[in-house]
């Protein structure tokens, strides 16, 4: 019923005896494995039945005390009442009297609490072993709340991974404090029972508990699991408590890249604030992690081996991300891609981020990033051209006619035959001199002809300058050299202002980053940008981008700016390196 690990934290190397060799019931003590504060745990021999078993002794201080006595033979009762494979049996119960105490008989978990499993580990699992273990605490308390119990005191302490066998067991255990839903006389007015760390919004107000309350206790734990640290720490139980009813934390994956999307989703579910937000009960997050836990097992068949990946992590947790770091890594890319190809842009670089924490430099990974800069990027100029060709239409056409209007009326200038071969230049230098001669120009305005040489009947005009005569009908001499307005001017670009370059990233890919109005992604690279003040963006996949800050950008540099976690959670800007 509690951990019987060497070393685990509550075993007794002082040399505490207590009740050890002394016989209790017809339970010999043979060691103490736990304590509490409502109860000690011993390891004692069933000569009956000749097996270990593990006895809770409520402590002797509490023996009159009727509510706390109440609450000792309730937790006898709802454990009794449910049978399930992640639910520690009980075998017996003793109400104590005579000179002796209460004790529950349990079976003997030979394993370390969930609380030394995350230590073991350096203080958080592999998400796909966390959802696994979650999994299995959830079918235990769906299995409760079947029955009306809701335990109310979910935490790594009260959860226990068995060892006994080739692989491992994952137990609920201490059912203490949990209550019948019909029943809320184990709720002591204006008390709270239970972890502050752990508890529902309405548990630390002293409000109306249900299976939610649960799921919020569970969906803290899974997040505690993943990131090494509670979604709502503190300095204090009221700091703690205080976080809780604010209701802000950082997302899983913005603490660890390698959270997917879909096991994301489950754990913010569970954090709802509300109740009736979250899951309904425990069968409902069982059911959604174990769509997490199939997927993974898909694509990793070492996860397939539930018990063994969770042995795994005990004995080699460092070992196990390894093994599992490629497999895991490649079934994100492939699920990138189907997301590229529907479009969803903001997930796929999500399960791109999540290859990379797993495989740094995984090409598949690198490969599908670079070819979203590259449609990124090509869809901006896309959207610029288009933008170009609808306004600049009917320049474009003005253009088109103006180039063609000068081809046609610089043929007659040129006196050739269309059988004769075409010279390689204009015989400019043979036309008659009176055709320059500047007096008859400024004597004899042309007429209509004028205006024609400008339209588009400019080439029937010029066609009838005579090209034999010596000297041409003054007409003639005044619209042959008139000369067609040139183009008009191409449109240029304003002045060249001063640019530079600037490439964003974010810390341990937890979010991706964007300059200005551009799009994000996990790595962008952007030329030619104005130098001045820039907005520096950070945005997490299924959510709204969030500014990091504004950085000051000098001509001619290029610097590397990161997007970092601030103390509170939110992205702020590091120094650029």
């Known amino acids: 019923m509690t951990s019987t690990e060497p070393g685990e934290s509550g075993a007794v190397p002082d040399g505490r005896v207590g009740l050890v060799g002394k016989t209790l019931g017809r339970y010999r003590i043979a060691a103490e494995v736990g304590r509490g504060g409502m109860a000690t745990v011993y390891r004692a021999f069933d000569p009956q039945l000749q097996r270990d078993v593990a006895l809770k002794v409520m402590h002797g201080a509490f023996t009159g005390r009727g509510d706390i006595e109440k609450r000792f ?74 029955r009306g119990i809701v335990h109310r005191d979910v935490k790594p302490d009260n959860v226990m991974i068995d060892l006994a066998g080739a692989g491992a067991r ?50 803290v734990t899974l997040y505690q699991m993943i990131t090494g640290r509670p979604p709502f720490p503190g300095k204090d139980p009221i700091a703690v408590i205080a976080a809780i009813l604010g209701g802000e934390f950082p997302r899983p994956s913005q603490l660890d890249a390698r959270v997917g999307p879909e096991l994301e989703q489950v754990i913010l579910r569970c954090l709802k604030r509300a109740p009736e937000e979250r899951f309904a009960d425990g069968a409902a997050v069982a059911a959604a992690l174990r769509a997490v836990v199939e997927a993974s097992a898909a694509a990793v068949p070492k996860l397939g081996d539930e018990g063994g990946a969770v042995r795994a992590a005990h004995d080699d947790a460092a070992a196990l991300a390894r093994a599992i770091g490629a497999p895991v890594a490649e079934a994100a890319v492939v699920k990138a891609r189907g997301h590229v190809r529907r479009g969803e842009l903001s997930r796929a670089l999500a399960q791109i981020n999540r290859a990379l924490a797993y495989e740094p430099g995984h090409r598949g990974a690198e490969a599908l990033l670079s070819t979203i800069s590259s449609r990124r990027r090509w869809v901006r100029v896309a959207g610029i051209a288009g933008a170009v060709v609808v306004a600049g239409g009917a320049v474009a056409g003005v253009r088109a006619w103006r180039a063609r209007s000068a081809v046609v009326s610089a043929a007659p200038i040129a006196a050739v035959p269309a059988s004769a071969p075409r010279p390689a230049k204009p015989p400019v230098a043979v036309a008659p001199a009176p055709l320059v001669a500047p007096a008859p120009v400024a004597v004899a ?42 183009p008009a001017p191409e449109p240029r670009a304003p002045a060249a202002t ?41 945005t997490l996949p299924g959510a709204p981008r969030v500014l990091a800050g504004t950085y000051e950008l000098r001509a001619g540099t290029h610097p590397n700016v990161i997007v970092v976690p601030g103390a509170d959670g939110r992205p702020t800007l590091a120094r650029p390196e």
């Open 73 to 146: 033979r309730r937790e006898a009762q709802a454990v009794a009442a449910l049978k399930h494979d992640s639910i520690v049996d009980v075998f017996d119960y003793a109400p104590g009297g005579d000179g002796e105490p209460a004790y529950i008989v349990s079976e003997l978990v030979q394993g370390p609490t969930l609380r030394g499993l995350l230590e073991r580990a350096g203080g958080r699992l592999v998400p796909e072993v966390a959802a696994i273990i979650a999994a299995r605490v959830a079918a235990a308390l769906g299995a409760a709340h079947a």
């Open 170 to 219: 994952v137990l609920l255990t201490d059912f203490g404090i949990a209550r019948m839903t019909e029943d809320d006389t184990m709720t002591a007015t204006g008390s709270i029972l239970g972890s502050p760390a752990y508890m529902s919004p309405e548990q630390a107000k002293s409000g109306t508990i249900g299976p939610p309350s649960d799921v919020f206790s569970l969906g």
């Open 445 to 486: 305005p042309p007429p209509a002809p004028v205006k024609r040489a400008r339209g588009k009947h400019a080439a029937p005009s010029a066609a009838i300058v005579p090209t034999v005569a010596p000297t041409p009908e003054p007409a003639a001499i005044v619209a042959a050299p008139e000369p067609t307005p040139p």
């Open 498 to 538: 001063p640019i530079a370059g600037i490439t964003l990233r974010a810390r341990e890919g937890f979010c991706s980053p964007s300059l200005d109005d551009r799009p994000a992604a996990l790595r962008p690279i952007y030329e030619g940008v104005p130098v001045g003040s820039h907005q520096i963006f950070c």
